[in-house]
């Protein structure tokens, strides 16, 4: 049995030539940059058609005329065309467009570098206008030809995309219609309409609007929404504020101005607006933080619905002694930070500068900074403390109590009461071992060289039997021994009548002379002597003693 031939139609590959605008449509209309894609595609997908009928090829001899409508103001209309795409000078020059290679979405396999640059290989030239008060004067476009000695041929289901780059428009929200004309070689008809065999013209083959392209300020690139944003980052990106009226959360779930959290989050958990110069933002349909603005910007956390009466206000959350505020590390806060002062005043800090908890006063500079504490009913501290500079005690008196009754004071040279001030005083009690070891009384004053009025001073560990100098002048001194102290010694039962404990003034010095008996051997004892020196001008109110 023959094979049936295969039937055959009347087709135009032109015939298939579809114009759309590729992604999204839209376009921001507040004066930013915009880019849009036109896709040239072939739709010869009729499985009748012979490959001569499918494929659509480009070479010199074609062209594509791309337009827009434009607002020019006409004289005649004396009004903005607000369905334009944009004004006539912002429309985009020809360098403004590229060209990519064929690609075909319905293939796994690319070809001939999809989506590639083609551009150097095609020619774009602006579309000559019409003639001024016309209606073919409110398009504006542009021509697109392949060049001479390089065609293309795009294949059933391929597309060519044009982008368009640096649109610009402030024209109000709404569509505007692109239109398209294709030109190519076409046959020519004798005066009976009868194709002439061989002879072709270049002539308008197709043409016809697509789109539409809305201006607007919200667009949706790539299932992100930008709102006067052209390349959105997140699911909803916005450039300017947000103003929401209704829904959660609102307390306790109430119809309010705010938004709140959905899966995965919480439906009842969000920020709202319950009146004029208060946000809110909620937990489980309860206040979490209240910001007010009224006689200053006030902030409450935790304070359940109540209202901040301070800068930053922090509640009782737990209803109990809990820490409010945790601030984590060696860091600072500082207090009169818009102020006028010295290098880090009134900074309290966690190891910052030592290793305890440090507190830096208010002032000027680094010498007046001062710190005030107003404790009526008592300052108590616990440990030991460490004072650099002098200490003043006015209006009161000082309490020295080791814990038995006593006041203990250590110092590594001495001890000097004194009244006056630092600059101008005079002295009463002075005990100093410094300068060889003295005791000053009440009334008393050091003489030239910084000699002590009185010296009371003991002397340790002298070996039996010695001579000690004491260093101390027997010119300007009167010394008496005041008492010894030796462990193990009796001398009623070692000592006998012959025993020494005298104080000898020789070569000019005072000195201790011990000889004590120990059953006819005087050594294997350490001793220890008191001795008391006065000045011999020595005066008491100005009365020589």
Not at 236 to 256: F, Q, T
Not at 314 to 336: F, M, Q, T, W
Not at 466 to 479: G, M, N, R
């Amino acid at each position: 049995m023959a094979q049936k031939k295969q039937q055959t139609i009347d087709w135009d590959p032109i015939w298939g030539l579809h114009v759309e605008i590729v992604g999204s449509g839209t376009i921001l209309n507040n004066g930013v940059s915009n880019t849009l894609h036109v896709g040239i595609t072939n739709n010869n997908l009729l499985p009748v058609l012979t490959k001569k009928q499918r494929n659509i090829t480009f070479d010199d001899r074609c062209y594509i005329n791309l337009f827009f409508v434009v607002d020019d103001k006409q004289t005649i209309s004396k009004k903005d065309r607000i369905w334009a795409l944009t004004s006539f000078d912002k429309f985009p020059k020809p360098k403004d467009l590229d060209i990519m290679l064929p690609f075909n979405p319905s293939s796994s396999k690319k070809t001939k570098n999809s989506n590639d640059t083609d551009t150097s290989n095609w020619s774009c030239t602006k579309t000559k206008e019409g003639t001024p008060n016309t209606l073919d004067y409110s398009l504006k476009g542009w021509k697109i030809s392949r060049k001479k000695g390089n065609p293309l041929t795009l294949s059933p289901g391929e597309t060519i995309i044009i982008q368009i780059n640096n649109i610009k428009t402030n024209y109000p929200d709404g569509p505007t219609i692109p239109y398209y004309e294709f030109y190519g070689p076409g046959p020519v008809y004798d005066a009976y309409h009868q194709i002439i065999k061989g002879k072709t013209q270049i002539q308008k083959l197709k043409s016809s609007s697509f789109g539409p392209v809305y201006k607007t300020p919200n667009i949706l690139r790539g299932q992100k929404v930008g709102i006067d944003k052209n390349s959105p980052l997140v699911s909803l990106d916005v450039d300017g504020g947000i103003r929401v009226k209704g829904g959660e959360p609102g307390a306790n779930g109430s119809n309010n101005a705010g938004y709140f959290f959905n899966h995965p989050g919480d439906w009842d958990s969000g920020m709202s607006s319950s009146k004029q110069g208060q946000v809110e933002f909620y937990v489980n349909s309860r206040e979490a933080v209240r910001i007010i603005d009224k006689d200053g910007t006030k902030v409450g956390i935790a304070l359940f619905d109540a209202k901040p009466t301070a800068a930053l206000h922090i509640g009782d959350y737990n209803k109990g002694k809990e820490v409010s505020l945790k601030i984590d590390g060696n860091n600072a806060i500082e207090l009169g930070g818009n102020l006028k002062k010295g290098l880090d005043s009134g900074k309290i800090a966690y190891q910052f500068w030592s290793e305890g908890l440090d507190i830096v006063g208010a002032g000027d500079s680094m010498d007046e900074r001062k710190i005030t504490l107003y404790s009526e009913g008592g300052l108590n501290v616990q440990g030991s403390q460490t004072t650099t500079g002098d200490l003043s005690i006015k209006d009161g008196a000082l309490n020295i109590d080791d814990g038995s009754g006593n006041a203990e004071i250590y110092a590594k040279s001495g001890i000097f009461l004194r009244s006056g001030d630092k600059f101008n005083h005079k002295e009463h009690i002075i005990v100093n071992w410094a300068d060889g070891g003295y005791l000053g009384l009440f009334g008393t004053q050091r003489f030239d060289n910084n000699k002590a009025p009185v010296i009371y001073k003991t002397f340790d560990n002298l070996p039996n039997p010695t001579t000690h100098d004491t260093k101390i002048s027997s010119k300007e001194y009167v010394a008496i021994l005041g008492g010894y102290k030796v462990n193990n010694y009796d001398l009623r039962e070692f000592g006998g009548q012959n025993w020494e404990l005298q104080l000898i003034d020789k070569d000019g010095t005072w000195q201790i002379s011990i000889n004590m008996p120990y059953n006819g051997n005087t050594s294997g004892f350490l001793w220890s002597v008191n001795l008391m020196a006065i000045h011999r001008n020595l005066t008491w109110d100005g009365v020589k003693t």
